[in-house]
């Protein structure tokens, strides 16, 4: 294609791109009200089973990191019983489910005495993958590793290189030589046994990438990162706000603030990617964020209640997308900068519209007498009635 033609593709696409931006506009703005408001409707079309869950096994830390909001939490601090993580599993693999990421939206998962039952008890029911993150702080603990790896396929392990001012600096506690101790300890237990089936460094940074590098205990993992033991994950320089909480002040050296975008009309897509069970048993609707609490509009019925899957796309959680819609948003939503417009297929918007006109067209005949015949109540205006 010369440069001409090239030019006049691109020219003829950017109007199909605004029409399908403003057919979604429309379509969000009149229909999804509408469908977010019919249970059914909303079942058919926007029901799935989540890609994964997030288990909290605990919600306490021994770390402080700048970037978190985790020091202005108030949320009673407490590990998850392994009773409500067998139900949440058993749920979850009921739905279809097949992984779970066994980190909470605060607090370090090794925290939690009882990991390792977790992890082997999702294992022994069939879920595929096994993963969560952690600062490492507790992985030289006694016994630790040797319960949690061979039931794991992931350990992500976030730090900020490891030199000890630095991790005092970005962290906020003097745990370097602990956490270098804990993974080369980890990679020999992996050298050894194969497992965890893959351990990445989460690197969460504040200095130019060749410097962290250089810090002593980097120096001390770059075997195991040479021979492929541990692999480097994703680098972070840029940082969330949690909902408003953290601001430029709070980062240190390069660190910078993410982006937030603005216009949020549109729902979040991801209360529905990315649910979490917290260490009582709620089901909360997106795992990212939280401001003060975990307790808010984002929190959902308890999975020893009902099971997942009516607690998810239930009731509640229609209601948040219904608020939404009408400007009221979570309070963690107003500033979060994960923000992701929900999206359907222009096919799928087609659908749920007549979906949602034919139902409206049988109501309004209902409403005027055309059908003669004694009205039965249906299934749904049974259960409507009966909460
Ligand atoms: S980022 Fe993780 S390790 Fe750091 S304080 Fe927050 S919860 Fe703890
Ligand atoms: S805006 Fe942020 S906190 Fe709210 S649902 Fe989306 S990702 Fe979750």
Known sequence: ????????????????RWLKKAASRVFFRHVFPRVAARRDIFERFVKETPDRIMIFPSNLCNALCSFCAYPT?????Q??????????????????GKTINFTPNLGDPLVDPLLGDKLAYAKSKGIEKTYFFTNGILLDRDGLIEKISPHLDLMRISLPGLDRDNYIAVFKVDKAEKVTRGIIKLCEYKRRHGNPRRVTLELRIDRPRDEVFQD??????????????????EIYEEFDTWGGVIGETDLSGTMKMREIVSDREVPCGRLFENPGILPDGHVRACSCFYVGTNYDKLTLEKVTDRPLSEILYGDQHREIIADWMKGDLPTPCHKCTYYEQMRYPIAEQLAMTAAVLRKERKKSSLRSGEFDAPLRPSTENMRAGSR
């Open 73 to 77: 939490n108030k949320d009673p601090k």
């Open 79 to 96: 590990s998850m019983p392994n009773e409500i993580a067998f139900k949440a599993v058993d749920d979850l693999i009921a739905m279809g």
């Open 216 to 233: 002593d205990g980097m120096k001390r993992l770059a075997p195991y990162i040479e021979d492929g033991t541990l692999e480097i994950g």
């Open 1 to 16: 294609m010369n440069s001409l033609s090239q030019r006049a593709h691109s020219l003829s696409r950017a109007p199909r």
